[in-house]
């Protein structure tokens, strides 16, 4: 099997260097990059097979705004990637993981977050819900979601899940 390659997109150097040891141990080609300039340029030289993405990094949203411009992007938007946040993550075990986040969106316990992240338990369907500075609600699938502090053996089976390995 061909080695698989990962981009680490992240602001934080020790995530880097803990992710980039847990991945190049597992056989992993591992790439990395500090923003999402310097990550979309990435993307376009090295063609990952699969993008980790921080979430906080020069900006709050700076790692939803690199998703959602791959999500966005025609020779891009079948690359899988991971977004890295410690921001809570809603399950559901509705396939519709966007309706199911608009349906938290209207409930008065979440409606006032900026960001909601959901995912459906059954199917590892995902998605974010967040809203713009100008209060818009901006959706867009992911593929998967790893929780910081990181935890090798959950992004390796996330990994591994969204790479069919």
């Known amino acids: 099997m061909a080695t698989k390659k990962i981009l ?5 150097i020790d995530v ?12 992993f080609e591992v790439i990395s990059a500090s923003n999402k ?14 993008a980790i993405l921080d979430v906080m990094m020069t900006t709050h949203y700076e790692g939803f705004e690199l998703a ?3 999500t966005d992007d025609p020779e891009l938007r079948k690359m899988p990637f991971l977004m890295q946040t410690s921001i809570d993550i809603l399950t559901t075990t509705k396939p519709d993981v966007q309706a199911m986040a608009r349906e ?16 459906d338990i059954n199917s590892g369907k995902a998605g974010i819900d967040y809203l713009s500075e100008k209060g818009e609600s901006i959706w ?6 790893v929780r910081k502090p990181v935890d090798g053996k959950k992004i390796l089976h996330e990994i591994n899940r969204i790479l069919n390995i």
């Open 8 to 12: 680490i997109i992240d602001d934080d």
């Open 37 to 50: 300039i310097e990550g979309m340029k990435k993307i376009r030289e090295e063609k990952p097979d699969l």
């Open 104 to 119: 938290f969106r209207k409930n008065p316990g979440f409606k006032d977050l900026h960001v909601i992240l959901v995912k």
């Open 68 to 70: 959602k411009e791959i």
């Open 16 to 27: 880097i260097t803990i992710v980039e040891t847990i991945l190049k141990k597992e056989g």
């Open 140 to 145: 867009f699938p992911v593929h998967g979601f």
